[in-house]
């Protein structure tokens, strides 16, 4: 079967068709080729050319051709699936062929390579029906002597479910089903006794015991699950499903027959008990991306969802709007309309969202809903050496000319990446905030992800990194501060430090980062590899999630553009007055983005990075709104003033001479007056820059305290040098011996 772009060098015979009738597989097929993926043609492969153009439906073809098209089907899934399989009408009397889309097709590319996928869709998308085409493969023509079991909420879906795949069954060539008296056909199950294939079916139980015994009935290679967070007691039946049908994968495995589970769904709720089960294990999933078709193989593929697996259990979480389906807004509001479909329930059902009932969000719906619409898809996927994956946000060609012009902040939320927790990383545009990338890795050597960090800032060198103190973080820092300068690097440039943010504090160590790498000793970095990172505790916590957040949400909401920290955002709950994410999710890209904002908003002397602070925040826009010409204008100026009032600021807080002092203050006081003067700053902002002269005041004072004090411990200590010459080693003891 084709499946990997390799795979059409072991099936020389293989050609692609052209001409199929089926113009939404020639569609998607485009489609994975404007998206740059390079292994676009699977979907219209086939095996046997001699076949294209014959219709398998057409009552006069020989048995030969029928036996061709049989082998076409039973090796060839994407054949079947384009030219063979037909969906039931829902309305008027003609069945329709399968639609190719992102969805359908993910789904089944995904379980073709053994590979467990959650899809959720809004409600009306048919993700159902196409996992239905393949079950129906599976019984009549894909594998032999196998059982598949589904469970699903209640008895009206089981028997939908049933009548779905029969009437699927029997819109295929009457040669193609080996259907015999004995088989069943009933509103329980589906049998091929020909390969000795079972479907069989369960519901929801209504007790422990009794959803435990329904688990472990299902001794089977392939499950599907349809609605998961609407089962009841679903966290007792899947593990024991799971734990059922191990040694039957493990055989299906051994002898190469299909073999994996699907979960199908809308979204549910996240804070009672079986959605949050649910919640829990589709979101510790890796996220799909149609970047998995360009792996070499099963094993890469296996290898890539893994190391991008946040969860316990290995899974893809492939979760697709509306648009992403190809349904339009109209035919979304409409469909809603006809369903008289609003609110939570609007959310789960045609959004994607799984909602939370108990627990408040921090931010506004107004924001929640800004920054959900601000999703778009991936434009250019970059894939390390190491399989680990940045999603960029700007194609490959814009993304060449951006990091030559503007400046960006990578937010590092940092892990131990074993699984459980992962290493999240988003990257800002200094300019407007918006995300211009992000990644999120979950299971490797922290060695070598650190050497893919420094790679990273090489090749990138319009980025600053500014990591998450915590957890593995000094290790990934050390790591950098030995590796950046070997590489060219100054690691006190790209690495956000407490030593550049308070220059005025630590002077002296300032001065000597500032003098070439050269000059610098190993033990400098040994002793100063603290000041690196930002620390995280109750109070910048708090900062973090408080103001930080606020305004991160108003001025770049609509900017946010990546799908997970969309979600993790719009997951976060305020819980006893402190906010957090949700039991059932995970804030690891949302703090990362939330450092990469403070550094851009509240970061000090940023210059020393390269950050050209008369550009910081110049497009920065709310809502979407474009600025004009003279508005950019307008913030140019502001930047510009606003950094000569920050050098200005500098040079007073260190200055001694009281002519000094004044000369500073009066140039303060006249730039506080020319921004006054500028239409476009509030006059919030005018009163905080115009505190300066009495912060600076107040940093002389406590500068000169300091000093007092130390000159008064070191007059102190000269007076008791000569009790230090009678001491000798024996110190004040040894005093009061003589």
């Known amino acids: 079967m084709i499946l990997f772009g390799n795979d059409w060098h072991r099936y020389p015979m293989a050609r692609v068709d052209y001409s199929t009738k089926n113009e939404s597989f020639l569609r998607y097929s485009s489609l994975l080729k404007e998206m740059g993926i390079k292994n676009c043609l699977w979907p219209l492969a086939i095996m046997q050319p001699e076949l294209i153009g014959v219709d398998p439906h057409s009552e006069v073809l020989s048995d030969a051709y029928k036996m061709k098209i049989g082998l076409e089907c039973r090796y060839n899934i994407w054949y079947y699936l384009r030219e063979v399989v037909r969906i039931p009408p829902v309305a008027g009397p003609n069945p329709v062929p399968y ?65 779905r795949l029969k009437k699927i069954r029997d819109l295929l060539p009457p040669y193609l089903v080996a259907k015999g008296r004995t088989d069943s056909d009933n509103q329980f199950e589906v049998t091929c006794k020909k390969w000795e294939n079972t479907y069989s079916t369960g519901v929801a139980q209504n007790s422990e015991s009794s959803a435990n015994n329904l688990g472990r009935g299902q001794t089977s290679p392939i499950s599907h699950i349809d609605e998961g967070p609407f089962i009841n007691f679903i966290g007792i039946t899947l593990p024991a499903a799971l734990a059922a049908g191990n040694a039957a994968r493990e055989e299906a495995r051994k002898h190469n027959r299909p073999h994996g589970n699907i979960f199908t769904t809308t979204a549910g709720k996240k804070d009672d008990r079986d959605g949050k089960y649910m919640y829990d294990m589709i979101h510790g999933g890796a996220k799909w991306t149609e970047l998995y078709f360009d792996c070499v193989d099963k094993a890469a593929f296996h290898e890539m969802v893994a190391k991008n697996n946040p ?253 997970q920290l969309s979600e993790e955002i719009r997951g976060l709950v305020v819980k006893k007055g402190r906010i957090d994410h949700a039991a059932s999710g995970h804030d ?117 305290i300091k000093a007092a004090r130390a000159h008064n411990a070191a007059h102190v200590q000269k007076s008791l040098n000569p009790w230090g010459k009678i001491m000798g080693r024996g110190g004040l003891t040894g005093r009061r011996a003589a």
């Open 99 to 163: 639609k190719a889309n992102r969805g359908n097709m993910a789904t089944t590319w995904t379980f073709i390579n053994n590979m467990d996928i959650a899809l959720i869709q809004p409600r009306q998308t048919g993700k159902s029906v196409s996992t239905d085409c393949l079950m129906i493969w599976l019984l009549f023509l894909g594998t032999s002597n196998s059982r598949i079991n589904m469970i699903t909420k209640d008895d009206a879906l089981r028997k939908a479910n049933v009548e």
């Open 588 to 704: 690891d890209t949302v703090i990362a983005w939330l450092l990469a904002q403070w550094l851009v908003t509240m970061g000090r002397n940023l210059d020393h990075y390269g950050i050209d602070t008369s550009k910081l925040l110049s497009a920065v826009t709310s809502n979407n709104k474009q600025l004009t010409p003279e508005e950019l204008y307008q913030r140019a100026q502001f930047n510009k003033m606003k950094k000569e009032m920050e050098e200005v600021y500098e040079l007073l807080v260190n200055a001694k001479e009281t002519f000094v002092v004044a000369r500073l203050e009066a140039k303060l006081e006249h730039l506080t007056r020319k921004l006054a003067a500028m239409d476009s700053v509030d006059e919030d902002t005018v009163t905080s820059l115009s505190s300066l002269i009495q912060k600076a005041s107040e940093e002389r004072s406590l500068r000169n």
């Open 311 to 563: 969860g316990r259990k290995i899974l893809i979480n492939a979760t697709f709007s509306h648009r992403q389906l190809g349904y339009t807004d109209e035919w979304l509001y409409k469909t809603m309309a006809e369903a008289n479909s609003y609110g939570d329930g609007a959310n789960r059902d045609f959004f994607n969202v799984w909602t939370s009932g108990t627990q408040s969000s921090p931010l506004t719906p107004q924001l929640n809903e800004m920054i959900k619409n601000s999703v778009r898809d991936v434009m250019y996927n970059f894939v390390s050496k190491e399989l680990y994956v940045v999603r960029w946000y700007v194609d490959e060609v814009s993304l060449q000319r951006l990091i030559q012009t503007d400046q960006f902040i990578l937010g590092l939320d940092t892990s131990e990446a074993v699984g459980r927790d992962g290493i999240a990383g988003t990257i800002i545009n200094t300019k407007d905030l918006s995300v211009v990338g992000a990644f999120n890795v979950n299971e490797t050597n922290l060695i070598r992800f650190s050497n893919f960090l420094a790679e990273f800032l090489v090749r990138f060198k319009n980025i600053t990194l500014i990591p998450e103190k915590k957890s593995t973080g000094q290790m990934i820092v050390d790591a950098l501060i030995l590796k950046l300068p070997a590489m060219g690097e100054d690691p006190f440039r790209r690495i956000f430090n407490r030593i550049v943010e308070n220059s005025n504090e630590k002077a002296d160590l300032y001065k000597t980062i500032c003098k070439p790498m050269g000059t610098r000793t190993e033990q400098f970095y040994d002793e100063t590899k603290g000041y690196f990172g930002f620390n995280t505790n109750a109070e910048t916590r708090a900062l973090l999630y408080g103001p930080v957040l606020q305004n991160a949400a108003k001025d770049s909401g609509h900017l946010v553009h990546d799908k």
